[in-house]
């Protein structure tokens, strides 16, 4: 079993972070959980959290037949 992590954001999952015209960083959300960034580092996702006001969900993966 593997553990990995998520940003929610309201109804909103974290994408990821894009370069805007005027050299500013904005951050992108998605509605659907295969679209998010799944991380395994709980530190790095922290922080990125704490950033744009979001939670951190665990999400457990496991092998299934």
Known sequence: MK??????LGN???KGRELSITNDYRYTMTD??????????FD??????EKIG????????????
């Open 32 to 41: 659907n959980l295969n679209d998010a960034i799944l991380s395994e580092s």
């Open 12 to 14: 909103l999952y974290y």
């Open 44 to 49: 790095d996702v922290k922080k990125i959290a």
């Open 54 to 65: 979001g939670k951190v969900y665990k999400i457990n993966l496991e092998e299934v037949e």
């Open 3 to 8: 553990n990995v992590y998520v940003i929610r």
